[in-house]
Protein backbone atom coordinates (compact mmCIF):
# COMPACT_ATOMS: atom_id res chain seq x y z
CA UNK A 1 0.00 0.00 0.00
CA UNK A 2 0.94 3.36 -0.96
CA UNK A 3 2.73 5.61 2.34
CA UNK A 4 0.64 8.24 3.47
CA UNK A 5 2.00 11.25 4.24
CA UNK A 6 0.48 14.50 6.51
CA UNK A 7 1.01 18.13 5.56
CA UNK A 8 1.36 20.54 8.38
CA UNK A 9 -1.83 21.91 9.93
CA UNK A 10 -3.48 24.40 12.19
CA UNK A 11 -3.44 23.72 15.64
CA UNK A 12 -7.06 21.16 16.72
CA UNK A 13 -7.18 20.25 13.00
CA UNK A 14 -6.27 17.31 11.62
CA UNK A 15 -3.37 16.46 8.99
CA UNK A 16 -4.69 16.40 5.52
CA UNK A 17 -3.92 13.11 3.58
CA UNK A 18 -0.81 13.27 0.96
CA UNK A 19 -3.19 10.98 -1.17
CA UNK A 20 -3.07 10.32 -5.15
CA UNK A 21 -3.65 12.72 -7.18
CA UNK A 22 -6.65 10.63 -8.55
CA UNK A 23 -8.31 10.34 -5.38
CA UNK A 24 -8.15 13.86 -4.97
CA UNK A 25 -9.56 14.45 -8.29
CA UNK A 26 -12.50 12.54 -7.19
CA UNK A 27 -13.09 13.80 -3.67
CA UNK A 28 -13.08 17.03 -5.42
CA UNK A 29 -13.81 18.04 -8.78
CA UNK A 30 -14.68 14.40 -9.99
CA UNK A 31 -18.16 13.75 -7.49
CA UNK A 32 -19.01 17.05 -9.21
CA UNK A 33 -19.67 16.35 -12.68
CA UNK A 34 -23.00 14.91 -13.79
CA UNK A 35 -22.07 13.94 -17.36
CA UNK A 36 -21.28 9.91 -16.71
CA UNK A 37 -19.18 9.92 -19.73
CA UNK A 38 -17.05 13.14 -19.23
CA UNK A 39 -16.72 11.90 -15.11
CA UNK A 40 -15.31 8.45 -16.33
CA UNK A 41 -13.19 9.66 -19.08
CA UNK A 42 -11.63 12.24 -16.65
CA UNK A 43 -10.99 9.88 -14.56
CA UNK A 44 -9.12 7.47 -16.58
CA UNK A 45 -6.95 9.97 -18.02
CA UNK A 46 -5.71 10.95 -14.63
CA UNK A 47 -4.98 7.22 -13.84
CA UNK A 48 -2.75 7.17 -17.12
CA UNK A 49 -1.10 10.33 -15.89
CA UNK A 50 -0.67 8.79 -12.38
CA UNK A 51 1.52 5.97 -14.25
CA UNK A 52 -1.40 3.55 -14.58
CA UNK A 53 -0.84 1.42 -17.71
CA UNK A 54 -4.45 1.62 -18.65
CA UNK A 55 -5.51 0.56 -22.24
CA UNK A 56 -9.11 -0.12 -21.92
CA UNK A 57 -11.59 0.15 -18.92
CA UNK A 58 -15.74 -0.56 -18.51
CA UNK A 59 -17.74 1.00 -15.99
CA UNK A 60 -20.98 -0.67 -15.80
CA UNK A 61 -24.08 0.72 -13.23
CA UNK A 62 -27.19 -0.66 -13.11
CA UNK A 63 -30.11 2.08 -13.19
CA UNK A 64 -34.16 2.25 -11.80
CA UNK A 65 -35.45 2.91 -15.39
CA UNK A 66 -38.93 1.38 -17.14
CA UNK A 67 -36.68 0.56 -20.56
CA UNK A 68 -33.04 -0.26 -19.09
CA UNK A 69 -31.99 -1.97 -17.13
CA UNK A 70 -27.88 -0.77 -16.77
CA UNK A 71 -25.87 1.59 -18.15
CA UNK A 72 -22.51 1.20 -19.31
CA UNK A 73 -19.34 3.46 -20.04
CA UNK A 74 -16.09 2.11 -22.03
CA UNK A 75 -12.87 4.42 -22.69
CA UNK A 76 -9.97 3.19 -24.95
CA UNK A 77 -6.66 4.97 -24.50
CA UNK A 78 -6.66 7.73 -26.99
CA UNK A 79 -10.26 7.44 -27.76
CA UNK A 80 -13.56 8.70 -27.03
CA UNK A 81 -15.99 7.32 -24.10
CA UNK A 82 -18.59 5.33 -25.81
CA UNK A 83 -21.94 4.95 -23.75
CA UNK A 84 -23.72 1.77 -24.20
CA UNK A 85 -27.98 1.03 -22.69
CA UNK A 86 -28.96 -2.25 -21.50
CA UNK A 87 -32.62 -3.36 -22.19
CA UNK A 88 -34.47 -4.98 -19.48
CA UNK A 89 -34.52 -8.95 -20.93
CA UNK A 90 -30.90 -8.52 -21.82
CA UNK A 91 -29.70 -9.71 -18.70
CA UNK A 92 -31.11 -13.46 -20.31
CA UNK A 93 -28.50 -12.87 -23.00
CA UNK A 94 -25.77 -15.16 -23.64
CA UNK A 95 -23.82 -11.76 -23.96
CA UNK A 96 -24.73 -11.24 -20.37
CA UNK A 97 -24.74 -14.67 -18.99
CA UNK A 98 -21.30 -15.21 -20.10
CA UNK A 99 -19.48 -11.93 -18.98
CA UNK A 100 -17.27 -11.04 -15.93
CA UNK A 101 -20.13 -8.64 -15.25
CA UNK A 102 -22.53 -10.85 -14.63
CA UNK A 103 -20.11 -12.34 -11.83
CA UNK A 104 -19.73 -9.31 -10.42
CA UNK A 105 -23.57 -8.48 -10.41
CA UNK A 106 -24.37 -11.69 -8.23
CA UNK A 107 -21.55 -10.79 -5.48
CA UNK A 108 -17.94 -11.37 -6.54
CA UNK A 109 -15.73 -9.34 -4.74
CA UNK A 110 -13.28 -9.02 -7.73
CA UNK A 111 -11.72 -11.25 -10.62
CA UNK A 112 -8.20 -10.75 -11.95
CA UNK A 113 -7.24 -12.90 -15.28
CA UNK A 114 -3.47 -12.26 -16.47
CA UNK A 115 -3.95 -12.63 -20.45
CA UNK A 116 0.10 -13.22 -21.38
CA UNK A 117 0.65 -16.27 -19.50
CA UNK A 118 1.40 -19.46 -21.71
CA UNK A 119 -1.59 -21.14 -21.22
CA UNK A 120 -4.50 -18.22 -19.73
CA UNK A 121 -7.45 -18.71 -18.41
CA UNK A 122 -9.87 -17.71 -20.61
CA UNK A 123 -13.37 -18.16 -19.23
CA UNK A 124 -15.47 -15.34 -20.81
CA UNK A 125 -15.30 -14.39 -24.07
CA UNK A 126 -14.12 -11.24 -23.25
CA UNK A 127 -10.88 -12.85 -22.36
CA UNK A 128 -10.42 -14.25 -25.77
CA UNK A 129 -11.09 -10.85 -27.82
CA UNK A 130 -9.07 -8.80 -25.24
CA UNK A 131 -6.05 -11.29 -25.50
CA UNK A 132 -5.96 -10.99 -29.25
CA UNK A 133 -6.10 -7.44 -29.14
CA UNK A 134 -2.70 -7.26 -27.91
CA UNK A 135 -4.51 -7.27 -23.52
CA UNK A 136 -2.42 -8.29 -20.98
CA UNK A 137 -3.74 -8.40 -17.78
CA UNK A 138 -7.61 -8.05 -17.16
CA UNK A 139 -8.95 -6.74 -13.90
CA UNK A 140 -12.70 -6.39 -12.43
CA UNK A 141 -14.26 -4.97 -9.27
CA UNK A 142 -17.75 -4.48 -7.41
CA UNK A 143 -18.47 -0.81 -7.04
CA UNK A 144 -20.93 -1.90 -3.74
CA UNK A 145 -23.80 0.45 -2.83
CA UNK A 146 -25.87 1.07 0.30
CA UNK A 147 -28.61 -0.25 -1.98
CA UNK A 148 -26.52 -3.78 -2.41
CA UNK A 149 -26.78 -3.96 -5.54
CA UNK A 150 -23.26 -3.34 -6.55
CA UNK A 151 -21.86 -1.26 -10.05
CA UNK A 152 -18.61 -3.03 -11.75
CA UNK A 153 -15.55 -1.61 -13.17
CA UNK A 154 -13.01 -3.18 -15.09
CA UNK A 155 -9.25 -2.42 -15.71
CA UNK A 156 -7.04 -3.71 -18.99
CA UNK A 157 -3.75 -3.55 -19.38
CA UNK A 158 -1.29 -4.00 -22.97
CA UNK A 159 1.90 -3.23 -20.98
CA UNK A 160 3.90 -6.27 -20.81
CA UNK A 161 3.86 -7.91 -17.53
CA UNK A 162 0.38 -6.50 -16.76
CA UNK A 163 -0.37 -4.56 -13.86
CA UNK A 164 1.91 -4.07 -11.17
CA UNK A 165 1.50 -4.23 -7.23
CA UNK A 166 1.37 -0.35 -7.30
CA UNK A 167 -0.87 -0.47 -9.89
CA UNK A 168 -3.23 -3.06 -8.25
CA UNK A 169 -2.33 -0.55 -4.72
CA UNK A 170 -3.91 2.68 -6.10
CA UNK A 171 -7.06 1.19 -7.53
CA UNK A 172 -7.96 -0.84 -4.16
CA UNK A 173 -7.47 2.44 -2.41
CA UNK A 174 -9.23 4.23 -4.84
CA UNK A 175 -12.23 1.88 -4.64
CA UNK A 176 -13.90 3.01 -1.74
CA UNK A 177 -14.47 6.58 -2.91
CA UNK A 178 -14.88 5.45 -6.13
CA UNK A 179 -17.64 3.44 -4.89
CA UNK A 180 -19.18 6.58 -3.13
CA UNK A 181 -18.97 8.48 -5.76
CA UNK A 182 -20.61 6.26 -8.37
CA UNK A 183 -23.43 5.91 -6.13
CA UNK A 184 -23.81 9.34 -6.02
CA UNK A 185 -24.03 9.91 -9.57
CA UNK A 186 -26.36 7.07 -10.04
CA UNK A 187 -29.00 8.29 -7.59
CA UNK A 188 -28.94 11.59 -9.19
CA UNK A 189 -29.62 10.18 -12.86
CA UNK A 190 -31.90 7.74 -11.40
CA UNK A 191 -33.93 10.90 -9.38
CA UNK A 192 -33.72 13.09 -12.65
CA UNK A 193 -34.36 9.76 -15.15
CA UNK A 194 -37.79 9.43 -12.84
CA UNK A 195 -38.25 12.57 -13.07
CA UNK A 196 -38.37 12.76 -16.93
CA UNK A 197 -40.38 9.91 -16.73
CA UNK A 198 -43.63 10.40 -14.74
CA UNK A 199 -43.37 14.48 -14.79
CA UNK A 200 -41.73 15.43 -18.01
CA UNK A 201 -38.16 17.02 -19.03
CA UNK A 202 -39.16 20.15 -18.45
CA UNK A 203 -41.52 19.68 -15.48
CA UNK A 204 -38.69 17.06 -13.77
CA UNK A 205 -35.91 19.73 -14.44
CA UNK A 206 -38.45 22.44 -12.44
CA UNK A 207 -38.56 20.15 -9.82
CA UNK A 208 -34.82 19.24 -9.38
CA UNK A 209 -34.32 23.23 -9.05
CA UNK A 210 -36.30 23.68 -6.13
CA UNK A 211 -40.30 24.08 -7.77
CA UNK A 212 -41.88 22.58 -5.04
CA UNK A 213 -43.68 24.38 -2.66
CA UNK A 214 -47.68 23.99 -2.85
CA UNK A 215 -49.15 26.91 -4.64
CA UNK A 216 -46.42 28.05 -6.07
CA UNK A 217 -47.67 28.36 -9.84
CA UNK A 218 -46.10 30.67 -12.75
CA UNK A 219 -48.30 31.61 -15.96
CA UNK A 220 -47.29 30.60 -18.81
CA UNK A 221 -48.68 30.89 -22.20
CA UNK A 222 -48.72 27.74 -24.02
CA UNK A 223 -50.59 25.22 -26.71
CA UNK A 224 -53.13 23.10 -24.72
CA UNK A 225 -53.44 19.26 -25.96
CA UNK A 226 -56.25 17.26 -24.72
CA UNK A 227 -57.07 13.71 -26.65
CA UNK A 228 -59.00 10.90 -25.20
CA UNK A 229 -60.74 7.39 -26.34
CA UNK A 230 -63.72 7.14 -28.10
CA UNK A 231 -65.64 4.55 -26.51
CA UNK A 232 -63.30 3.82 -23.52
CA UNK A 233 -66.04 2.94 -20.87
CA UNK A 234 -67.14 0.31 -23.12
CA UNK A 235 -63.86 -0.93 -24.07
CA UNK A 236 -63.37 -1.28 -20.22
CA UNK A 237 -66.09 -3.41 -19.66
CA UNK A 238 -65.43 -6.07 -22.52
CA UNK A 239 -62.02 -6.25 -22.78
CA UNK A 240 -59.95 -8.53 -20.79
CA UNK A 241 -57.47 -6.54 -18.55
CA UNK A 242 -54.63 -7.43 -19.83
CA UNK A 243 -55.73 -6.92 -23.30
CA UNK A 244 -57.14 -3.75 -21.86
CA UNK A 245 -53.95 -2.70 -20.66
CA UNK A 246 -51.76 -3.35 -24.11
CA UNK A 247 -53.99 -1.43 -25.93
CA UNK A 248 -53.64 1.39 -23.65
CA UNK A 249 -49.95 1.42 -23.60
CA UNK A 250 -50.00 0.89 -27.60
CA UNK A 251 -52.38 4.29 -27.99
CA UNK A 252 -50.48 6.36 -25.28
CA UNK A 253 -47.40 5.50 -27.26
CA UNK A 254 -49.08 6.14 -30.74
CA UNK A 255 -50.27 9.89 -29.08
CA UNK A 256 -47.38 10.73 -26.76
CA UNK A 257 -44.87 9.66 -28.95
CA UNK A 258 -45.15 12.52 -31.19
CA UNK A 259 -45.71 15.07 -28.46
CA UNK A 260 -42.67 14.57 -27.27
CA UNK A 261 -41.08 14.27 -30.30
CA UNK A 262 -42.02 17.38 -31.45
CA UNK A 263 -41.33 19.52 -28.36
CA UNK A 264 -44.03 19.26 -26.39
CA UNK A 265 -44.70 18.16 -23.10
CA UNK A 266 -46.88 15.73 -21.46
CA UNK A 267 -48.62 16.32 -18.05
CA UNK A 268 -50.49 13.54 -17.02
CA UNK A 269 -52.91 10.44 -18.55
CA UNK A 270 -56.25 10.41 -16.80
CA UNK A 271 -57.64 6.92 -17.49
CA UNK A 272 -57.90 7.08 -21.54
CA UNK A 273 -56.65 11.28 -21.80
CA UNK A 274 -53.93 12.70 -22.16
CA UNK A 275 -52.96 16.36 -21.57
CA UNK A 276 -50.04 18.05 -22.79
CA UNK A 277 -48.37 21.62 -23.02
CA UNK A 278 -46.57 23.42 -26.21
CA UNK A 279 -44.90 26.40 -23.94
CA UNK A 280 -44.84 29.54 -26.32
CA UNK A 281 -41.94 31.83 -26.44
CA UNK A 282 -43.56 35.11 -26.60
CA UNK A 283 -40.60 37.11 -25.95
CA UNK A 284 -39.05 35.62 -29.03
CA UNK A 285 -42.38 35.36 -31.04
CA UNK A 286 -42.44 31.47 -31.39
CA UNK A 287 -44.92 29.78 -31.84
CA UNK A 288 -45.84 25.95 -30.61
CA UNK A 289 -48.59 25.83 -32.93
CA UNK A 290 -47.23 24.49 -36.25
CA UNK A 291 -45.33 21.67 -33.52
CA UNK A 292 -48.53 20.93 -32.38
CA UNK A 293 -50.27 20.95 -35.15
CA UNK A 294 -48.05 18.56 -37.04
CA UNK A 295 -47.29 16.14 -33.71
CA UNK A 296 -51.55 16.08 -34.02
CA UNK A 297 -50.72 14.63 -37.60
CA UNK A 298 -48.31 12.03 -36.60
CA UNK A 299 -50.84 10.75 -34.02
CA UNK A 300 -53.75 10.40 -35.98
CA UNK A 301 -50.85 8.79 -38.65
CA UNK A 302 -49.75 6.63 -36.06
CA UNK A 303 -53.50 5.39 -34.80
CA UNK A 304 -54.25 4.62 -38.45
CA UNK A 305 -51.16 1.91 -38.16
CA UNK A 306 -52.39 0.80 -34.78
CA UNK A 307 -55.19 0.14 -36.35
CA UNK A 308 -54.12 -1.65 -39.34
CA UNK A 309 -52.43 -3.99 -37.08
CA UNK A 310 -55.57 -4.44 -34.91
CA UNK A 311 -57.40 -5.42 -37.81
CA UNK A 312 -55.28 -8.09 -38.75
CA UNK A 313 -54.99 -9.64 -35.78
CA UNK A 314 -58.99 -10.22 -35.75
CA UNK A 315 -59.45 -6.83 -32.99
CA UNK A 316 -61.61 -4.05 -32.93
CA UNK A 317 -60.76 -0.15 -34.04
CA UNK A 318 -60.33 2.56 -32.15
CA UNK A 319 -61.08 5.67 -32.52
CA UNK A 320 -60.12 9.22 -30.51
CA UNK A 321 -60.54 12.75 -30.72
CA UNK A 322 -58.05 15.31 -30.45
CA UNK A 323 -58.28 19.31 -29.01
CA UNK A 324 -55.68 21.91 -29.40
CA UNK A 325 -55.97 25.64 -27.98
CA UNK A 326 -54.16 28.14 -26.75
CA UNK A 327 -53.90 30.20 -23.82
CA UNK A 328 -52.51 31.47 -20.43
CA UNK A 329 -52.45 28.85 -17.61
CA UNK A 330 -50.94 28.43 -14.27
CA UNK A 331 -48.27 25.65 -14.40
CA UNK A 332 -47.01 24.69 -11.26
CA UNK A 333 -47.95 22.78 -7.52
CA UNK A 334 -51.04 21.80 -6.22
CA UNK A 335 -52.88 19.11 -4.43
CA UNK A 336 -52.46 18.05 -0.71
CA UNK A 337 -49.58 19.07 1.40
CA UNK A 338 -48.06 15.73 1.40
CA UNK A 339 -49.68 14.76 -2.27
CA UNK A 340 -48.48 17.38 -5.29
CA UNK A 341 -48.96 17.52 -8.55
CA UNK A 342 -47.05 19.65 -10.81
CA UNK A 343 -49.42 20.56 -13.67
CA UNK A 344 -51.43 23.45 -15.49
CA UNK A 345 -55.15 24.63 -14.33
CA UNK A 346 -56.81 27.40 -15.55
CA UNK A 347 -60.40 28.42 -18.35
CA UNK A 348 -57.92 27.63 -20.95
CA UNK A 349 -57.43 23.89 -19.56
CA UNK A 350 -61.37 23.80 -18.97
CA UNK A 351 -62.12 24.80 -22.63
CA UNK A 352 -59.27 22.72 -24.28
CA UNK A 353 -61.06 19.51 -22.40
CA UNK A 354 -64.76 20.82 -23.65
CA UNK A 355 -63.81 21.26 -27.50
CA UNK A 356 -62.36 17.94 -27.01
CA UNK A 357 -65.61 16.46 -26.26
CA UNK A 358 -67.00 18.09 -29.59
CA UNK A 359 -65.32 15.54 -31.61
CA UNK A 360 -67.77 12.57 -31.42
CA UNK A 361 -70.72 14.81 -32.64
CA UNK A 362 -68.63 16.87 -35.11
CA UNK A 363 -67.41 13.24 -36.19
CA UNK A 364 -63.96 14.75 -36.59
CA UNK A 365 -60.55 13.52 -34.92
CA UNK A 366 -58.84 16.21 -34.50
CA UNK A 367 -60.33 19.77 -33.67
CA UNK A 368 -58.61 23.42 -33.06
CA UNK A 369 -59.75 26.57 -31.46
CA UNK A 370 -60.19 30.15 -32.37
CA UNK A 371 -57.39 31.23 -30.32
CA UNK A 372 -55.70 28.59 -31.84
CA UNK A 373 -56.55 29.16 -35.21
CA UNK A 374 -55.67 33.05 -34.89
CA UNK A 375 -52.19 31.94 -33.63
CA UNK A 376 -51.49 29.49 -36.28
CA UNK A 377 -52.46 32.15 -39.11
CA UNK A 378 -53.05 29.67 -42.07
CA UNK A 379 -56.26 28.61 -43.44
CA UNK A 380 -58.28 26.11 -41.92
CA UNK A 381 -62.14 25.17 -42.19
CA UNK A 382 -64.48 26.62 -39.81
CA UNK A 383 -67.16 24.49 -38.10
CA UNK A 384 -69.22 26.94 -36.93
CA UNK A 385 -70.10 27.85 -33.62
CA UNK A 386 -70.97 25.55 -30.82
CA UNK A 387 -71.73 25.73 -27.09
CA UNK A 388 -69.36 24.38 -25.12
CA UNK A 389 -70.64 22.77 -21.18
CA UNK A 390 -69.89 25.25 -18.51
CA UNK A 391 -68.57 28.03 -21.02
CA UNK A 392 -71.00 31.15 -21.12
CA UNK A 393 -70.28 31.94 -25.10
CA UNK A 394 -70.21 29.85 -28.16
CA UNK A 395 -66.59 28.81 -29.53
CA UNK A 396 -66.48 29.04 -33.21
CA UNK A 397 -64.17 25.30 -33.81
CA UNK A 398 -61.97 24.70 -36.75
CA UNK A 399 -60.49 21.64 -38.56
CA UNK A 400 -57.19 20.96 -40.63
CA UNK A 401 -57.80 18.79 -43.47
CA UNK A 402 -54.97 18.63 -44.56
CA UNK A 403 -53.61 17.46 -41.49
CA UNK A 404 -56.27 14.95 -41.31
CA UNK A 405 -56.26 13.86 -45.02
CA UNK A 406 -52.29 13.07 -44.33
CA UNK A 407 -52.88 11.32 -41.14
Not at 288 to 305: F, H, I, M, S, Y
Not at 388 to 402: M, N, W, Y
Amino acid sequence: MNDLATEPSAPGMLGRLALPEPIQWLLGEGRRIDDGGVFFGELCQRLVAAGLPLWRANLSVRVLHPQLNAVYYRWWRGGEVERLESEHGSEHSDAYLSSPIRVIYEGAAGLRRRLDRPDPHLDFPILAELKAAGATDYVAMALPDSADRPAAVSWTSDRAGGFATDDLTLLNDMLPILSLVVEVHKLRRIGASLLDVYLGAETGRRVLEGAVQRGQLETIHAVLWYCDLRGFTHLSDTLPHDELITLLNEYFEAVGEPVIARGGEILKFIGDAMLAIFPLDLELDRSATQPALAAAGDALANVRELNARRAANGQRSIKLGIALHIGDVGYGNIGAPTRLDFTVIGSAVNKVVRIEALSKALDRPLLLSADFARRYGQPLLSLGFHALRGISEPEEVFCCPVTEANA
